[in-house]
């Protein structure tokens, strides 16, 4: 065999070593350690990629091609690792077509880099040294070396059918794979029996067979079909009028999505006395508090948070709302308000291009959005302008709305508490205690009650304007701040000597409602998620979804007996909260894990809550049906 040959072969083994150890290395960060069953149908993949390309690459190209494999998957392999430990899901392809908003989050983004992710590309900084000193090395004797000189015309026809028998052996055990990891809900429980790429084979053929069937679906007989479902659940004991109806039937509506804000800060003191949200905490005293709402944000994030407000719908988990259903005619709050004379606006002080809001805004019907360029850029972050910049330039725009005696609508999207939380000294309103001074649960806290005065703030102007009274004030987190891996539930409990779960307390956000003239002081304690915050506004509002003809997959929270709804991104599909538990499955609901939202304690006997789980995946599922069969835009 002539040197050439043996070169091509060292470079596959080579190359497919490298492969196999990162992808031992990217198991580790998925799931803690490699776990060994899922690793035969990992390797056989990869295996099968290589002989692919072994096969079809010119011999003269086959040591690029090695090496471009090896870059592609390294930078995928690493993103991968990154996007896991910030969101605590294993990526599909689709989902990682989001990398392009990195640059916009890239102090959030740099804070969970780890030396040993970058790992990922240590061959290449060898490679690079090896070649560095090998050119030296041919300098100093004068000699060239080219090993295409010497290349012959005629295949090696016994290697390549080996080759050829390898690459079928791969590809029967990845169609294996393939069909087992389409019966596992779990995505996490699925990479980890079939592997990364056969992760990735399932999710490309269940999203074909999903838009296929999506195809021949009809949207009224979806709509019909969610009605039967939810009719089919207990949600009230007794039917009546709904509670509260109407309450703030005619009034304004200012609603203010809080950046990474959790329900831990609501109501709590620091060990100097210090309140982390005197304002938020005096709302919900003097109105309704709701401390057992939890997110349900799928990749998309914050706009994740404003499409499920707007519309009470799921996110798909397969792809921002914004970017993927953008170009559809959504129904929502904004559309169903405009059909009662109101004005609907947004504000956000990053460019409205920032998780293609600029396509999310029309589909919602916003009737104005304000972004960047309308504030003036005090510097408090990467984004630009303070919340309290945003709430002056929108109470601007309110009182000329008001001025016209027009109702309207403003969402506001907080990001002074956005990651990794740093305010600056000009800003900083709270007296932290020493021992929390220079820790990101210090800097948290800090941006917390930043934005909880720059509320104060406003409330200040609205009553300096005359809309105080004639408006109501919604207040939500959008999502958790606080990552397990840089401040632990450990941590917190002892810093603050509250109890804190790492999931359930993680996922736990404010959801406040305060309506002027009304001294509710309820605390209400149903079970919620961000797709019932519509139905629960709107009943305030005096505007029935029955009669308004809308579609909501959530429900009004002070208008049940009791409540379930699903999560999946953060959790694995056919996660579920409802009144008493957090349930995450296994390979199946079986094998699944239950705590209490009460008391943070384990549950044992979960069987009960079987119909929880179906009914919950079965709504989800529905609910992409319905968001894919909306109407585009023309």
């Known amino acids: 065999m002539d040197r050439i040959n043996v070169w091509y072969k ?30 035969p149908g990992e390797l056989l993949s990869v295996l099968g990629l290589l002989c692919l390309a072994e096969l079809l690459a010119p011999n003269r190209g086959k040591g690029v091609v090695f090496w471009s494999l090896n870059a592609v998957f390294s930078f995928l392999f690493f993103s991968s690792a990154l996007y896991y430990a910030h969101f605590g899901t294993v990526p599909t392809y689709a989902v990682l077509s989001g990398l392009n908003q990195v640059p916009q989050v890239r102090a959030s983004i740099g804070a969970l880099l780890r030396p040993e992710q970058f790992l990922f590309f240590a061959d290449f900084v ?31 026809w016994g290697w390549n059918a080996g080759v050829a028998g390898l690459l079928l052996v791969s590809m029967v055990s990845s169609v294996y794979c393939v069909s087992q990891g389409k019966q596992i809900n779990n995505e996490l429980v699925r990479a980890e029996k079939i592997g990364f790429l056969n992760y990735q084979a399932v999710a490309a053929i269940s999203s074909r067979e999903e838009d296929r069937i999506i195809a021949e679906g009809d949207i009224e007989q979806t709509r019909a079909d969610i009605a039967k479902l939810q009719g089919s659940y207990p949600y009230r004991i007794q039917e009546g009028a709904p509670d509260y109806f109407g309450i703030a039937k005619g009034m304004n509506l200012i609603v203010i999505q809080m950046e990474s804000f959790q329900n831990f800060p609501i109501n709590l003191k620091l060990n100097n006395g210090a309140e982390i949200t005197p304002v938020l905490n005096k709302l919900a005293a003097e109105g309704i508090y709701f401390p057992h709402v939890y997110q349900q944000i799928g990749q998309g994030n914050t706009s994740d948070a404003e499409f499920m407000f707007n519309t009470s719908i799921y996110p798909t988990a397969a792809v921002a709302m914004s970017t993927g259903y953008g170009n559809r005619e959504l129904p929502s709050l904004p559309r169903m308000l405009q059909q009662h004379g109101y004005t609907a606006n947004t504000f956000h002080v990053n460019k409205v291009t920032f998780w293609d809001r600029n396509k999310l805004y029309p589909a919602l019907n916003f009737n104005q959005y304000y972004d960047k360029a309308a504030f003036k850029n005090d510097h408090f972050n990467d984004y630009g302008a303070s919340d309290e910049e945003m709430y002056r330039v929108g109470v601007e725009k309110m009182e000329d709305l008001h001025a016209r005696n027009k109702p309207f609508y403003a969402q506001f999207v907080t990001t002074s508490s956005h990651s990794p939380f740093i305010v600056p000294a000009s800003f900083q309103q709270i007296e932290l205690p020493d021992e929390l001074k220079g820790t990101n649960l210090g800097n948290y806290i800090n941006a917390v009650h930043y934005t909880d005065y720059a509320i104060g703030q406003l409330i200040e102007q609205l009553k300096a304007a005359g809309l105080w009274d004639s408006t109501m004030l919604v207040f939500y987190g959008d999502h958790f701040g606080l990552q397990p891996h840089e401040t632990s539930a450990a941590e917190i409990t002892a810093s603050l000597g509250i109890p804190y779960h790492e999931t359930i307390s993680r996922f736990n956000i404010p959801f406040i409602i305060h309506v002027p003239g009304k001294e509710l002081g309820i605390v209400a304690e149903r079970a919620g998620g961000q797709v019932d915050m519509l139905p629960t506004v709107a009943n305030l509002l005096g505007l029935s979804l029955d009669k308004e003809d809308f579609t909501a997959l959530g429900q009004d929270l002070l208008n049940i007996d009791r409540n379930v709804f699903g999560v999946r991104y953060y959790l694995p599909t056919g996660s579920f909260f409802n009144d008493e538990i957090l349930f995450i499955p296994g390979q199946g609901f079986e094998d699944g894990q239950a705590v209490s939202i009460k008391t943070l304690e384990p549950v044992a006997d979960f069987v009960k809550y079987r119909q929880d789980y179906d009914y919950v995946t079965s709504l989800m599922k529905l609910s992409d049906e319905y968001v894919k069969l909306l109407p585009k835009r023309r």
């Open 10 to 39: 060292s470079k596959l083994v080579m190359i497919g070593a490298l492969l196999v150890l990162k992808l031992l290395l990217l198991r580790t960060f998925f799931f803690g350690e490699i776990y060994w069953s899922g690793l």
């Open 126 to 156: 060898l490679a690079a040294g090896w070649q560095i000193l090998r050119a030296a090395r041919r300098r100093r004797r004068g000699v060239v070396y080219t090993y295409f000189s010497e290349e012959r015309k005629n295949r090696r």
